[in-house]
């Protein structure tokens, strides 16, 4: 059975206590109409991941029963935040080869030394990584992006000659933010970032929120766009919903349509993430993993 893509019924109704019939109409004609029927597609199993800023919570309880219940539900990978909670890289490798489970990438702010960026790509390598990504900058100064854009390059040089792949996640400031003269900060990460050293893991719900912040009539074609123009290869996601009211939302309740994303680019990796989680976060975790093994596109 595939998953096919649209507001759920609990969204719309609840988004209903302040619309009328016709705005609900409205909100959903648009999703039914994009793609009625999925094609032959899927997500490939091992590409499915999970970013652990989704079960903080969880983690801050029990660290070793959050990770061992998202092995339990069968996630193959996950991305890394928080740090470590008590152990080295190496006992954190020895647990998560125990469990089954693998961190493939992570998210590790900048580095201001060798020593620093040394520490961190050897942890990588030492947790058997791909991916190593920043997961946030802001600024309203146009030189201070640029100097960022520089540091990347950088570490990402000596990542690459480590055998690891590095990347930026965006969240929606970078596309809304500007700079002077209409330059936002995602013109220039990707005017300077070298493409043949960084790439891009896009945030979807965070794309989408920059495409409605800057008034564009089709959000998700916006995101598109934001992937087929810039000059370094996307090559992982973070899955995220939203919900008619803007805020985040578990996979496959939401309003954005995944399978146009899907079917126009394929990635790496497909993380799952959901800053809040609608119920609990084992709950978003499962009907996370359920929905990328069931859409098709």
Known sequence: MCYGY???????????????????AAAATPAAAATPQGGGHR?????ISIQLW??????????????TYLAEIGYPKVELA?????????????????IGIRASSSHDGLTTDAAGLDTKINNALTLGQSFMIVPYLNSTSQDEW???????????????SAGLRYGYHNHAHEFTTDLGGGRTPWDVLTSELDPRLVHLEIDLYWAVTG???????DPVRFTLDVIRRAPQRVLQFHVKDRDLNGDMADLG?????????FDAHRVKEYIVENDTPDVTPRRTAEVGYRYLRKVCF
């Open 82 to 98: 928080l740090g470590y909670f008590g152990r080295t890289a190496q006992q954190l490798r020895q647990f998560l080869d125990g």
């Open 54 to 67: 989704t079960v903080r919570d969880d983690m801050s309880q029990n660290y070793d029963t959050t990770l």
């Open 253 to 261: 309740t939401g309003t954005i349509d995944f399978r146009r994303i």
């Open 146 to 160: 640029k100097a960022w854009a520089e540091r990347m390059n950088v570490e990402a040089a000596a990542a690459r």
């Open 43 to 47: 997500v490939p199993p091992d590409q």
């Open 6 to 24: 649209g507001p759920s019924r609990r969204s719309l109704l609840a988004a209903g206590l302040g619309l009328g019939a016709g705005a609900l």
């Open 211 to 217: 495409g409605i912040g800057r008034g564009v009539a």
